[in-house]
């Protein structure tokens, strides 16, 4: 078995050094110019971009101004081709309307319009997907995105233009950048030689590339690297003892070696495993949604924001567990374990007590002198303290005390007004009182005052008159015609009583001493007509 394992292992390599003799380069390539409510003209052109493709020896597959039906369809047959083949290069260009939710990014297809994070998955290809594909070939895949969104109408709910927080997988070059600009640099990295962490610091304005750059070998460079003639024996042992620190050490003495990828894999395998075990554990804890609320207020008494007390272990109250478990030594897995409840509970419990300490001497210093300048401060301070109802109840009582002072001197105050019976002593009241209990009474009195013989029961009765004197547009019309004749302004003559037609009459009332009522009676009819014969 142990011969056969090496004499495997040294096919694979033979079988490295040879790949290039009939390697291919593949290239996808997704470009959406035409959308259903628009067009993208600063987007890339299919014909543009797989005519340069081509040149630097790619077979392309893909297409231009594709529904998203269509889309998923080249990106199978990419797929399928690269399954099929063997792959030197691996090249996804895509350029269009891009979209980011909080954990995807997508290129929409040509029958996008409204769209929201909901919509998105079925409307669009996605980017992280075409990123998982090309990240089974580290070292071998560059993505080349060119968002374009010139639409006046926003994205929806829960998106954002552009790439967002995208990550490229491990192994993976992302260039990223306006249209034509991509398309030149793209150009550059496809035929140069020059390693791409150099490229990379000379990248036009608006354009970058980041994630996986080598500092000795760039994107076009078609001889593989030598391989450690010792490669496959140092990994047979590594394997053997499956540990983080044997597969880091074959990392650091093969950077290029043949299992470089699987030592990633196994790498973050086990990395992965203490969360994994943690999260186990939190299940069989069978945490209720109380239990759930008692520890994000013992995170947050500690200081670590959970954003929110609501018995739901969402992003926030993750986050606060693991930088919790980071400042107490614990592994950082963001997952709840009895060993951590029992250390929060007891530096809960001990936070508590300090913060109680500092409570009752501070209630000391301010809610004992039972004023309400210090009630207010001790409040503010501590809104769910110890003391907290007692200050609540000391401030509701003294402003019932002064809400009662307050109501008597309203009632003194009130007296006085009615003892005078004047304009400006009912004005002067409500300066001081403008929503105290006797204001509403204060203004019917200078209404009274003002328009002396004016009562409610004399509105109405004038306003009921009004009707049978004047309840026709010709005898407005004629009323208004007698108001601009004596020299009250009632507006545009035409019939209608507005607000400046109410104004002339009562104006016309007071020159005839008529109780201003602003309606027209009998007497202000005959007296109108009078004056309107002089």
Avoid: C
Wanted: glycine share 8%; net charge positive.
């Amino acid at each position: 078995m142990y011969l056969l394992r090496h004499f495997t292992a040294a096919l694979v390599a033979s079988a490295s050094f040879a790949s290039p003799l009939w390697a291919e380069d593949i290239a996808l390539v997704l470009t959406n110019r035409v959308y259903a409510n628009g067009q993208e003209t600063s987007a890339l052109r299919f014909n543009d971009a797989a005519r340069g493709l081509r040149a630097a020896g790619f077979r392309v597959i893909g297409g231009d101004n594709l529904q998203s039906r269509v889309m998923a369809e080249r990106v199978q047959e990419f797929r399928n081709e690269l399954t099929a083949a063997e792959v030197e290069r691996v090249v996804v260009l895509v350029s269009g309307r891009v979209v980011a939710s909080e954990g995807n990014t997508w290129l929409l297809g040509r029958e996008s319009g409204r769209v929201s994070d909901l919509t998105a998955p079925l409307q669009g290809v996605s980017l992280h997907a075409l990123d998982g594909i090309v990240a089974d070939y580290p070292g071998q895949a560059l993505m080349a995105v060119a968002p374009s969104w010139r639409s006046r109408q926003a994205p929806g709910q829960g998106l954002r233009i552009g790439l967002g927080a995208f990550p490229p997988g491990q192994g993976v070059t992302l260039m990223s950048g306006f249209g034509s600009d991509v398309a030149k640099a793209l150009d550059g990295v496809l035929n140069g030689t020059e390693p791409l962490a150099d490229v990379a610091a000379r990248m036009p304005h608006g354009v970058s590339l980041r994630g996986y750059l080598p500092r000795n070998t760039g994107f076009a460079s078609s001889s593989p690297d030598p391989v450690d003639n010792s490669d496959a024996a140092y990994w047979s042992a590594v394997r053997d003892v499956n540990s983080a620190d044997g597969y880091r050490a074959y990392l650091r003495r093969f950077p290029n070696g043949l299992f470089v990828g699987e030592a990633r894999r196994l790498l973050q395998g086990l990395a992965d495993e203490p969360r994994r075990q943690a999260e186990a554990e939190e299940q069989a804890l069978q945490l209720s949604r109380l239990d759930k609320r008692g520890i994000q207020r013992d995170l947050t008494l500690l200081g670590y924001d959970t954003r929110g007390v609501d018995g739901v272990f969402g992003r926030g109250t993750r986050a606060a567990i693991s930088t919790y478990q980071r400042s107490r030594g614990f592994e950082d897995t963001g997952y709840v374990t009895r060993a951590m409840m029992t250390r929060l509970s007891r530096d809960a419990s001990a936070k508590r007590s300090e913060v109680e300490a500092e409570d009752r001497a501070f209630w000391q210093r301010t809610g004992i002198t039972g004023l309400e300048e210090d009630l207010r401060r001790y409040l503010k301070r501590y809104p769910n303290g110890l003391f907290a109802d007692d200050a609540r109840a000391q401030l509701a009582a003294i402003e019932r005390e002064r809400d009662a002072a307050d109501d008597e001197r309203a009632r003194l105050a009130w007296r006085l007004a009615q003892d005078a019976d004047t304009v400006q002593a009912y004005r002067d009241f409500l300066r001081r009182y403008p929503d105290g209990p006797y204001s509403d009474q204060a203004r019917a009195r200078i209404q009274e005052l003002r328009n002396p013989g004016v009562t409610a029961e004399k509105i109405a009765q004038d306003k009921a008159e009004e009707r049978t004197v004047a309840g026709n547009p010709v005898a407005r019309l004629l009323i208004e015609k007698g108001l601009e004749k004596t020299g009250h302004n009632p507006g545009q003559a035409d019939g209608r009583f507005d607000n400046q037609t109410r104004k002339a009459i009562k104006s016309f009332q007071r020159s005839a001493n008529i109780p201003p009522t602003g309606y027209v009676t009998q007497q202000t009819m005959a007296a109108l007509t009078a004056a309107s014969l002089r």
